[in-house]
C-alpha cells in the first residue's frame, strides 16, 4: 500500500549549486523545482539558510519552480528581508507567469529583486523593483 509520501514524490527540489565568485561578488544559486507549498516550504527554507551562510548574495531560481502559494511566496519575501539586515542580498530570476503573478499579487514584485535570468549577483546586471 502506498503511503502518503509515495503519492507525492519529491514536491519541491531545492539544491544549492556550489558558490561562484566573480570579481565583484560572491553568490550561491539555489533552485526551486516543482511545487513551493506549506509542505514544502521547510526543505527550501533550510537551503536558503545553508546558502546565505556560504555567501553574502544568495540567488534563487525560480524558472522550474511550477506552483507557489503564499507560504512559498512569504519564504521568499523573509528570506530578502533576514538577508538585508544581516548586509546581504537575495536576487530572484523569475519564474513563470504564474509563479511571478502571485509574487506581483501579494505586492512582492514591488520588494524583491529580479532578473530574467541566473547571474552571479552583480548590481548592473539587474535591477531592483521600485520601493
Not at 519541491?12 to 507549498?37: I, K, M
Not at 502571485?102 to 539587474?126: C, K, P, S, W, Y
Amino acid at each position: 500500500m502506498p503511503t502518503a509520501q509515495s503519492q507525492h514524490p519529491s514536491r519541491l527540489t531545492a539544491q544549492p549549486s556550489p558558490p561562484f565568485s566573480s570579481r565583484r561578488s560572491r553568490a550561491t544559486t539555489v533552485t526551486a523545482r516543482g511545487e513551493l507549498d506549506i509542505a514544502t516550504v521547510p526543505a527550501l527554507d533550510g537551503k536558503l539558510r545553508a546558502a546565505e551562510h556560504a555567501t553574502p548574495v544568495v540567488v534563487l531560481d525560480l524558472r522550474p519552480l511550477e506552483f507557489i502559494d503564499s507560504s512559498g511566496a512569504a519564504l521568499i519575501l523573509s528570506t530578502d528581508r533576514r538577508l538585508r539586515r544581516a548586509g546581504g542580498r537575495m536576487v530572484v530570476v523569475r519564474g513563470s507567469v504564474e509563479v511571478q503573478w502571485l509574487l506581483a499579487l501579494m505586492g512582492f514584485d514591488r520588494e524583491l529583486e529580479f532578473v530574467q535570468e541566473e547571474t552571479n549577483g552583480d548590481r548592473h546586471e539587474h535591477r531592483r523593483a521600485r520601493r
